[in-house]
């Protein structure tokens, strides 16, 4: 069935469109390690790749600032799971793909960004 109870989505510039195709979509890559955070940079950077998700867990209860402890990233294709509370991972992670998240030819579409 696809997503939104059969219902078709469309986004501004038909960056994302929910459609049939996304519910046979393979399980997410669980991402933590470095190697693995540089599979997802070199995805993302891919020309084919022109849009994606981006949705944080984030970690407060009892500290004023808290941390994130999850990003979750989606594209056309696929779907990461980031585990940035792993070390090498957290410390990585700009170097990775701080460089995608700045690229203005690529959308970027992110939850509850307020």
Do not use: N, W
């Not at 459609?19 to 470095?34: C, G, K, L, N, Q």
């Not at 867990?57 to 989606?74: A, D, M, P």
């Not at 170097?95 to 690529?106: R, V």
């Amino acid at each position: 069935m696809p997503c939104g109870g059969g219902r078709s989505h469309s986004f501004p510039g038909a960056a994302l469109a929910c459609d049939a195709a996304s519910s046979s979509r393979p399980a997410p890559i669980f991402v933590d390690t470095e190697a693995g955070l540089r599979d997802v940079a070199l995805d993302l950077r891919r020309d084919a790749v022109t849009a994606f998700a981006v949705d944080l867990e984030h970690h407060s209860h009892r500290t004023f600032r808290g941390f994130t402890c999850l990003v979750q990233i989606s594209t056309r294709e696929r779907d990461y799971v980031i585990d940035v509370l792993v070390p090498g991972v957290r410390a990585r992670f700009r170097a990775e793909l701080g460089g995608i998240f700045e690229d203005p030819g690529k959308t970027k579409i992110l939850h509850g960004a307020d």
